[in-house]
């Protein structure tokens, strides 16, 4: 051989004819390979490594470009030689599993039958179930194995898989198997997904809105990593573990975060993507390959990435390949070809896979079982079991397994590989029969017709195995205990301060938020719990302050010498910082307000989160992670800043927050907050530590502050500590009573937030120069006013002929005499949606339309909530009653300088 390449080598290669070129090219390819065998052998991979690197730093030093390629050879990454020996009983967990692909396929299939449209999904975890049996038999740490103990995101639309397992685990009934998707039945059924308000001694995790599972997982894991290093929780091996479809790495948030997971080395996340290559409408990729792309993705961004591709018949076939055609076919093979195969079977593959002399060579041999038998690798236990044990062992990354099955698999003409499968909800007796068939389940014909669900014999092998392995791992899964012990809420005296006037000083709702944050830092039984959470905006809100007394939180602490570290308040990042500073990411902080507002259930830790962020970039822009942390009984305090359409002055459009209040009416377990002033605020937080610390209610709160500085008048002096807690929580009472006892005409005024000022200014200029009395309101809560009201309402509807009880807003408001208007920053929806529950009709005052640029006084103009809107707005519904002369009216808006051509803030 080397005697042809020397002679070949002699002539000039721009001479040689295209033969000769050819022969040698493959001549000196071969050398290089022969040469690179000899290395493996004799320096083992290590020694090849350096190699490679050393080939490839020499190519570049002569100006080689080479192509950059982040994935690997589509081939399986771990080899069959360094597969360990799987630990179980593979006959036995077939009998479990088979049995549970039957359980959860009879339970959509009877939901659909009992209802036809309720719904489910068969194909899912029909694609899934060997990676999660290995898992329940072999990894997934039970809540009894405490630090060690893992949480895991099952992916949601496989449910049934798991509600089938729990089954056979005798953790559910046949009554609630009955009546999946019927939850308000007798006895109540199961929930669709995982969603912890439903079930929850179940579910941990809401995954089923695509992309948040995969975000919430890697928050997770790093707040696990933040609570071990402030000593909050004892380090330990549990691992979390997220299972992802692949058509939801279509989803910004799957996506977007992965680096956060590499850049914290958070050995502790094992992703498993099951590619099954479809979603819900067809393949992900068909005209390429999802598992490559994603592998590229995962790898560029610091992942280690184990693919699971090809099943162990493929083994044979891989080692027989000498020539490389096998693994060229591999890379060649689109997904929409390749599901093909998945869905015709055998012949399919034998016809179409196979399709040169060197391939139909390897195959010479097979029967069409064999071809039968050329599986993916995520339906092969082995080839799962690998991965999960190189996953789990894996140091100083997180890891993806890209486990590669079939959608629908066993589910044969049914739906197996075929586009419509993700729809599939019935089976006629035919293709359940197929099914028992292809699992070879111990199920007769006559029982098939009634579509049973099957359990194990106690005493049966199954039984016991499948228990046994449970008990080992710590018990079962997925399962959501709370053990947190309640935290006594601070004394009513430690927010005193926040009761008292600021004397000349002006003082912002930001500024008076933070400071409560401080006072809580103090605070011995408090200070270790508060976590706060801002994206990139701690100086926005004047929380600078707090990097260098608590420090940002960073798995390796401060590797530099801080540019400012000659300033009193330094960046400072620490490893057992208490600030998470997350950079430009509002999911993600979101993600981690989650993970430390249910840290009292997955960790028995009482963490208290305080997001801070910019009103403008909640509700609206993660409005579903805001669901999601209502739906996983989240507590803790969203903090939209900035807050107010024209609060916010200069910042314009984008910014100018003027609906989050809208947006937080439809959270159930959220409690919105648009509180005018320090003790409002202070009132409301301790409420808040009290209700889901202490009492343990799952409850979250939104409090809008402002960067509007203006004078504090501490609390009230006509009502009692009693009467100002109970209306402040409640979301109403009287801030300031108009001093002119007799005035014939009279006003109630209503004002939120920092517009309250400008009502009070309308308070006076109304009395000074209309002769109208108004009182003043605050409205703190017009979410809580409504929902009262709902409440009271209902409960007169429903007792018709019981004494009529009166919502808060209509007690409180009963004998108020004169005409109601009220003004906020937000949507004149918000007191419109209390108006139709008092006992007069009440005028609102609000910021429909657009932002702009412009200073607060502008802007308060323009969108007709400042004083002089207030006065005109006043004397239009006296005028309206009949008490004021419509001439009066019209003098009074010239009088206050209203142009009534003025632009419509709400069009223009
Ligand atoms: C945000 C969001 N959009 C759309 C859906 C509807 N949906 C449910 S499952 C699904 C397809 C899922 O495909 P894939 O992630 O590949 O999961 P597979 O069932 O194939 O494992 C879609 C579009 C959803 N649940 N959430
Ligand atoms: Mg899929």
Known sequence: MTDVLD?????????????????????????????????????????????????????????????????????NTIAPADEPEYPGDLEVEKRITNMIRWNAMAMVVHANKASPGIGGHIATYASAATLYEVGFNHFFRGPSSGKDADLIYFQGHASPGFYARAYLENRLSDAQMLNFRRELGEPRGLSSYPHPWLMPDLWSFPTVSMGLGPILSIYQARFRRYLEDRGLYEKGSGKVWAFVGDGETDEPETLGAIR???????????????????????????????????????????????????????????????????IRRFEELVDGESQRYAAFGGP?????????????????????????????????????????????????????????????????????????????????????????????????????????????????????YLMARREALGGFQPERKVVAEPVKAPAEETFDEFMEASGDRTVSTTMVIVNILRKLLRDDDWKNLIV??????????????????????????????????????????????????????????????????????????????????????????????????????????????????????????????????????????????????????AIIVREGLRRMYQEQEDVFYYLT????????????????????KEGVLNGL??????????????????????????????????????????????????????????????????????????????????????VFVAASDYLKVLPDVLARHLPKPMVALGTDGFGRSEAREELRDFFEVDAKHIVLATLQALAQEGQLEVSVVASARDALGIDPHKADPYHD
């Not at 090849?48 to 080689?64: D, K, N, P």
């Not at 789990?392 to 486990?403: R, W, Y």
């Not at 402002?706 to 500590?721: C, D, I, M, V």
Request: aromatic share 10%; glycine share 8%.
């Open 532 to 681: 706060p959470i801002v994206p990139d905006e701690a100086r926005t809100f004047g929380l600078e302050a707090l990097f260098r007394q608590i420090g940002i939180y960073s798995p390796v602490g401060q590797l530099y010498e801080p540019v400012d570290s000659a300033n009193l308040l330094y960046y400072k990042e620490s490893t057992d910082g208490q600030i998470l500073e997350e950079g430009i990411t509002e999911a993600g902080s979101m993600s981690s307000f989650i993970a430390a507002g249910t840290a009292y259930a997955n960790y028995g830790v009482n963490t208290v989160p305080f997001f801070l962020y910019y009103s403008m970039f909640g509700f609206q822009r993660i409005g579903d992670l805001i669901w999601a942390a209502a739906d996983s009984r989240t507590r803790g305090f969203l903090i939209g800043a900035t807050a107010g359409r024209t609060t916010l002055a200069g910042e314009g459009l984008q910014h100018q927050d003027g609906h989050s209040h809208v947006l937080a009416l439809p959270v159930p377990n959220l409690l919105s907050y648009d509180p005018a002033f320090a003790h409002e605020l």
């Open 348 to 464: 399919e593959l034998k016809e179409r896979f196979f399709n040169t002399p060197e391939l139909k060579e390897l195959v010479a041999h097979f029967s069409d079982a064999d071809f039968n038998r050329l599986n993916r690798g995520g339906h092969d236990p082995v080839k799962v079991y690998a991965a999960f044990e190189a996953a789990t062992s894996h140091k100083g990354q997180p890891t993806v397994i890209l486990a590669r099955t079939v959608k629908g698999y066993g589910m044969g003409s049914a739906g197996e590989a075929q586009n419509v499968t993700h729809q599939q909800k019935k089976l006629d007796e035919n293709e359940m029969r197929a099914f028992r068939d292809r699992f070879e389940l111990p199920i007769s014909d006559e029982q098939i017709a009634t579509n049973p669900f099957f359990r194990f014999a106690d005493d049966s092998v199954e039984n016991k």
């Open 7 to 75: 002679q070949l080598l002699d002539l000039d290669r721009s001479q040689l004819e295209p033969g000769e070129l050819q022969e040698l090219n493959k001549v000196e390819l071969r050398e290089w390979l022969e040469s690179l065998d000899y290395v493996l052998a004799s320096g083992g991979p290590e020694r090849v490594m350096q190699i490679i690197e050393a080939l490839e730093s020499h190519a570049e030093r002569h100006g080689i470009a080479l192509p950059f390629e982040s994935d690997t050879s589509y081939i």
């Open 705 to 724: 502050v402002g960067n509007e500085n203006y004078l504090q008048p501490g609390a009230p002096k006509h009502l009692s500590a009693a009467e100002l």
């Open 733 to 818: 009472y009287l801030f300031r009573p108009s001093e002119k006892k007799r005035a014939k005409l009279r006003a109630q005024l209503f004002g939120s937030g920092s517009i309250m000022n400008c009502v009070l200014e309308a308070q006076e200029i109304l009395e000074r120069d209309y002769g109208v009395a108004a009182d003043v309101w605050s409205v703190t809560s017009y979410k809580a006013l409504h929902r009262d009201a709902l409440i009271t309402e209902r409960a007169n509807r429903l007792e018709p002929a019981a004494e009529p009880r009166k919502s808060y807003a209509y007690r409180t408001l009963e004998n108020a005499k004169g």
């Open 260 to 326: 956060v997971a590499s850049r914290a080395k958070l050995d502790n996340l094992v992703w498993v993507l099951n590619c099954n290559l479809q979603r819900l409408d067809g393949p992900v990729y068909g005209n390429g390959q999802i598992i490559q792309e994603l592998e590229g993705i995962f790898r560029g961004s610091g992942w280690n990435v184990i693919k699971v591709a090809w099943g162990s018949a493929w083994d044979e076939l891989l080692k027989k390949d000498t020539t490389g055609a096998l």
